[in-house]
């Protein structure tokens, strides 16, 4: 059975970093891309970020591109996001999800999901 849990998730200060876990298990993680996606109350599930499975490509939302790294270590089954400059807007939910060997920005395309992990960001 596949589990992701992410975790570090919490409050803080707009102009703070946060540094995001999920820790995948329960089968194999070969070819697949791991992502980060977020939700905010009232809105729908958006793509935040997505790394293939060497690690050589990612891909950002045009709104997280130069603040938030996603980065895996394929020994742990683990993809991180490093978020820094937080916004209030950044305040969500977060996500990680897999899928098998090509990325997508659509949530509905994505077969294994955590259960999320609160960014809250104070002004």
């Known amino acids: 059975q596949v589990q992701l849990v992410e975790s570090g998730g919490g409050l803080v200060q707009a102009g703070g970093s946060l540094r995001l876990s999920c820790a995948a298990s329960g089968r194999s993680f070969s070819n697949y891309i791991m992502a980060w996606f977020r939700q905010a109350p009232g809105k729908e599930r958006e793509f935040v970020a997505a790394i293939s499975w060497r690690g050589g490509s990612t891909a950002y939302a045009d709104s997280v591109k130069g603040r938030f790294t996603i980065s895996r270590d394929n020994a742990k089954n683990t993809v991180y996001l490093q978020m820094n400059s937080l916004k209030p807007e950044d305040a969500a939910v977060y996500y990680c999800?897999?899928?098998?060997?090509?990325?997508?920005?659509?949530?509905?395309?994505?077969?294994?999901w955590g259960q999320g992990t609160q960014v809250t960001v104070s002004s």
């Open positions: 999800a897999v899928r098998r060997y090509s990325a997508s920005y659509s949530a509905a395309e994505y077969d294994y």
